[in-house]
Antibody, heavy 121, light 107 residues
């Protein structure tokens, strides 16, 4: 059974860089799936951050593209999110998720439990 | 960006009721529409993909339909575990976008 687990600091200072890792168990991250990051502001809906696909292509939400990067670590079977120059508006629960297939246009079938990141000085 | 809207924003229902949630896209998305269920404090759970295909393990009381810009999710007989918030999401083009959600709560 495939399981995703987010990890990272729960508190980040404004202007600093947020780094989160999603550990994948029960499946090799090199299998033909896509891997995504999303977030949910407190009491709000869901926002897609970006997705990385088999072969290395990565797509980002234009609203965040200048500040975010998703990378894959095949050695440790995890993928990561780096988000620079955070502000209080980046306070949210961050989720990692797996694309149902490796196709560009597909649903997200497995999600991590989410991790709350608070941006505050 | 494609904007997704959902109606109603909330609805009150009872166990055994039949409920229909609707989702609309601001432009054509074919059948690239997915439905997720989220309970408080939990991660979203995929219910339906490609507008009408039931995700493995999801009960058959969930039925999705629609294409183009208008979609619906029907729950034929509400069960206690179905009281949650439901989000639609378009996967037709990036940035992938979600609707604001419909919350189904106890009447």
């Amino acid at each position: 059974q495939v399981h995703l687990q987010e990890s990272g600091p729960g508190l980040v200072k404004p202007s600093e860089t947020l780094s989160l890792t999603c550990s994948v168990s029960g499946s090799s991250i090199t299998n033909s799936f896509s891997w995504a990051w999303l977030r949910q502001h407190p009491g709000q809906g869901l926002e897609w951050i970006g997705t990385t696909y088999p072969g290395g292509s990565t797509f980002y939400n234009p609203s965040l593209q200048s500040r975010v990067a998703i990378s894959v670590d095949t050695t440790n079977n995890h993928f990561s999110l780096r988000q620079r120059f955070v502000t209080v508006a980046d306070t949210a629960v961050y989720f990692c998720a797996r694309g149902r297939s490796g196709a560009l246009l597909d649903a997200l079938d497995i999600w991590g439990q989410g991790t709350l990141v608070t941006v505050s000085s | 960006d494609i904007r997704m809207t959902q109606s109603p924003s909330s609805l009150s229902a009872s166990v055994g009721d039949r409920v229909t949630l609707t989702c609309r896209a601001t432009m054509y998305i074919g059948t690239n529409l997915n439905w997720y269920q989220q309970s408080p404090g939990k991660a979203p759970k995929l219910l339906m993909y490609a507008a009408s295909t039931l995700q493995s393990g999801v009960p058959s009381r969930f039925v999705g339909s629609g294409s183009g810009t208008d979609f619906s999710l029907t729950i034929s007989s509400l069960q206690p575990e179905d009281f949650a918030t439901y989000y639609c999401q378009q996967s037709y083009s990036t940035p992938f976008t979600f609707g604001p959600g419909t919350t189904v709560d106890f009447k």
